[in-house]
């Protein structure tokens, strides 16, 4: 057990015992996982000081306790509650600290690029979880947890990377595109930081300087030897295969694989994950965005198969329709992937497909 001032906390940590207010109420019990919400709470509360589990005692220690009716659990609590889950959190957290290290490292020229550090970095994250279905599960329960660029960056690389096995890549090219993955966001070290955390919507001065980072990433990594279709991948991720993306409007063929690979990967992210300005979007509207529209914009020979994939990660999920009423996942319509057949608590199966006037507004 150590002790550690508040300011100096971070999410995924364990809590070695309760944590009580001034007052004597009961905060949080031993054994918690910390996340930034949890540590913003007790900043308000005025604690001080949290005694926590050191990181490597965390394995032989008991998580939060578990709800009193295990069956009234959902999916995402059940998952969040898992060893496994809180590993993961303890892993990425560190890796998104070291990520933002190494960027600034990077950009400051104090430290050169190391390609094969970068992937090692992050290969645990992927590489100790035998199916992608448990990644995604790890992945759509830190969305509350971290929204920052690193965070996003190892996300994308690691949905990249699932995307880039689905379509049957070869190894060597998923360790390139999960570099370029991990890269393709660089450049926004170099945007001001106000308008990246700015809450409201960015003027369009603003929005002309957040357009400038794929060539600013570029800039950064000029000088390093790397696979041209990193280069690529970093500077055409926001080019869309209708036109109408940046910084150059490119069109398709012209766009490289790597980049309409990262592209997919970088929108669901982004749409999915909370941001300083708004929560993320429920991902059955995201992937209903990309039934609707995403056929133009995007290469339909990594859309298509994402799409089947990343559905299939939400079956056995708790959601809430948009009248109320409360779910489960159970079948997917392959022909509307957003619109799926749902078990509600009375045992009565919605197949939304039949129920226009209803759609998944929350995954609980």
């Given at each position: 057990m150590v002790k550690l001032s508040t300011k100096d906390l971070s999410a995924g940590m364990l809590t070695a015992s309760p944590i009580y207010s001034k007052t004597g109420q009961l905060l949080f019990p031993a054994h918690t996982i910390l996340t930034s919400q949890r540590i913003s709470h007790l900043e308000f509360y005025g604690i001080k000081e949290v005694e926590i589990i050191p990181e490597n005692e965390v394995a032989d220690s008991?998580?939060?306790n578990p709800a009193?009716?295990?069956?009234?659990?959902?999916?995402?609590?059940?998952?969040?509650?898992?060893?496994k889950f809180h590993m993961f959190k303890v892993d990425y957290t560190k890796k998104t600290n070291l990520l933002k290290n190494s960027f600034g490292n990077l950009i400051e020229g104090?430290?050169?690029?190391?390609?094969?550090?970068?992937?090692?970095?992050?290969?645990?994250?992927?590489?100790?979880?035998?199916?992608s279905l448990s990644v995604f599960d790890?992945?759509?329960?830190?969305?509350?947890?971290?929204?920052?660029?690193?965070?996003?960056?190892?996300?994308?690389?690691?949905?990249?990377?699932m995307l880039g096995e689905w379509v049957e890549l070869p190894e060597e090219d998923l360790e390139v595109l999960t570099l370029a993955g991990l890269l393709h966001d660089i450049g926004k070290c170099m945007v001001d930081p106000k308008i990246l955390s700015k809450p409201g919507p960015?003027?369009?001065e603003e929005y002309k300087q957040v357009k400038k980072h794929p060539n600013y990433g570029v800039k950064i990594l000029a000088e390093y030897d790397l696979?041209?279709?990193?280069?690529?991948?970093?500077?055409?991720?926001?080019?869309?295969?209708?036109?109408?993306?940046?910084?150059?409007?490119?069109?398709?063929?012209?766009?490289?694989?790597?980049?309409k690979i990262i592209a997919i990967a970088d929108v669901y992210d982004a749409m999915t994950c909370n941001r300083c300005y708004r929560k993320g979007i429920c991902p059955f509207e995201v992937i209903a965005t990309f039934e609707r529209k995403g056929f133009d914009r995007y290469e339909s020979k990594f859309l298509l198969p994402?799409?089947?994939?990343?559905?299939?990660?939400?079956?056995?999920?708790?959601v809430l329709l948009n009248d109320g009423t409360p779910g489960?996942?159970?079948?997917?319509?392959?022909?509307?992937?957003?619109?799926?057949?749902?078990?509600?608590?009375?045992?009565?199966?919605?197949d939304l497909t039949k129920h226009p006037e209803l759609y998944i507004q929350a995954i609980i």
């Open positions: 008991p998580l939060e009193q009716n295990e069956d009234k659990e959902s999916y995402a609590q059940k998952v969040r509650r898992s060893r104090t430290e050169n690029l190391d390609s094969d550090a970068l992937l090692d970095q992050i290969s645990s994250l992927y590489s100790n979880h035998l199916t790890m992945l759509h329960n830190m969305r509350q947890i971290d929204d920052t660029t690193y965070a996003h960056c190892i996300n994308v690389a690691i949905i990249s990377r960015l003027t369009p696979d041209d279709r990193v280069r690529s991948a970093i500077l055409m991720h926001h080019e869309r295969c209708d036109g109408s993306g940046y910084p150059s409007g490119l069109r398709g063929e012209t766009i490289s694989d790597f980049a994402f799409l089947h994939h990343i559905i299939d990660t939400y079956i056995g999920n708790s489960k996942v159970i079948f997917i319509n392959k022909q509307s992937l957003s619109r799926p057949v749902i078990s509600t608590a009375n045992n009565k199966y919605l």
